[in-house]
């Protein structure tokens, strides 16, 4: 196993690798360090999210829980408390930081969640191994997503199945169109991408993901559209918090990496104008709009 700084080789036993090297390259880099740095804020946000992937999930104790894309383990961590001391719960990711910060929080918490840096899309998993493959937004990121799917189904039992949430379209999230105007005003919008290529809206539109998981072999597909406010700030500094986050992480965050400084502190005081008009007695709350998926493998 890897456990190196820098671009990591994956770990050892991995079938044809796809080409992942851009998303590997980057959840190393600038984006893994602030989503560690993020961690407590970015598990807030998504709590929502975690509670409707738990209840679709529907684990008992004892399951074998592969959680994949796992990032800082928040949900790892949620399977293991769910399946308790005679379940078994693995995490699995590209990222070398985000893994290490999830490893930290299992020792802390005694919990038996083990995690293992690999690129789930060739990593070879032993057959039949687990009762339910979970995610949490971690599987948005294969450049061939339905060879990866039909990688982590080889991983999974008969009767295994599948949950995890993932994004619907940019336009239906308020927590990326209200901070995207305040960039917008700044800079240029990206390029439009290649629909369904991988990043975090990859998803986002059903028939492509019906597509995919039945051409990876798994049966009885369910999507069903969930809504949820996400806290991108509480408290008396509820509106530096969103405005940070808002910057920092996330598709927005992402046009920023190469901005320069100055643009970068224009954009902070747009954004800060735009999430002002959201700051309620409760903090500052922006809508979240998901797929809950499950299959049958
Ligand atoms: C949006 S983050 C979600 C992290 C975590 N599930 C959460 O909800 O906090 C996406 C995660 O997918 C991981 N990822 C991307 N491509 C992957 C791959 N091919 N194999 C395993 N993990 C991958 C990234 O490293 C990152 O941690």
């Not at 509670?51 to 592969?66: D, G, I, Q, S």
């Not at 800082?72 to 893994?99: H, N, Q, W």
Request: hydrophobic fraction near 45%; aromatic fraction near 6%.
């Amino acid at each position: 196993m890897l456990e190196q700084k820098g671009r990591p080789d994956m770990t050892s036993g991995e079938t044809a690798a796809q080409n992942n090297s851009e998303q590997i390259e980057a959840w190393n880099g600038i984006v893994g360090t602030k989503w560690v740095a993020a961690q407590d804020r970015l598990d807030r946000m998504l709590a929502p999210f975690s509670v409707a992937l738990l209840k679709a999930a529907n684990v008992a104790p004892a399951e074998r829980v592969l959680d994949i894309g796992c990032g800082c383990g928040a949900t790892t961590l949620e399977f293991a408390r769910a399946t308790g001391p005679k379940g078994r719960v693995l995490g699995v990711d590209i990222s070398v930081p985000m893994v290490g910060r999830a490893r930290e929080r299992a020792a802390a918490e005694g919990l038996s969640a083990t995690f293992e840096i690999a690129d789930a899309s060739a990593h070879a998993f032993a057959p039949e191994s687990f009762d339910i493959m979970a995610s949490r937004f971690g599987v948005m990121f294969f450049a061939d997503p339905a060879s990866a799917f039909a990688n982590i189904r080889s991983a999974l039992t008969r009767e295994g199945r599948l949950a995890f949430v993932c994004w619907r379209p940019v336009a239906e999230n308020g927590w990326i169109t209200v901070p995207f105007r305040a960039v917008l005003a700044h800079i240029a919008p990206p390029e439009p991408g290649v629909p369904g290529a991988p990043g975090p809206f990859a998803f986002a539109d059903s028939a492509h993901v019906t597509s995919i998981l039945t051409r990876a072999g798994f049966r009885d597909i369910v999507m069903t559209p969930h809504d949820a406010m996400m806290t991108l700030g509480a408290g008396p500094n509820a509106l530096e918090e969103a405005v940070a986050q808002s910057i920092e992480v996330g598709p927005v965050g992402r046009m920023l990496n190469d901005q320069p400084r100055e643009i970068i502190a224009r954009v902070r005081e747009s954004m800060r104008n735009e999430l002002a008009k959201h700051v309620t007695a409760e903090g500052l709350a922006l809508g979240g709009a998901v797929w809950i998926v499950t299959a049958r493998a």
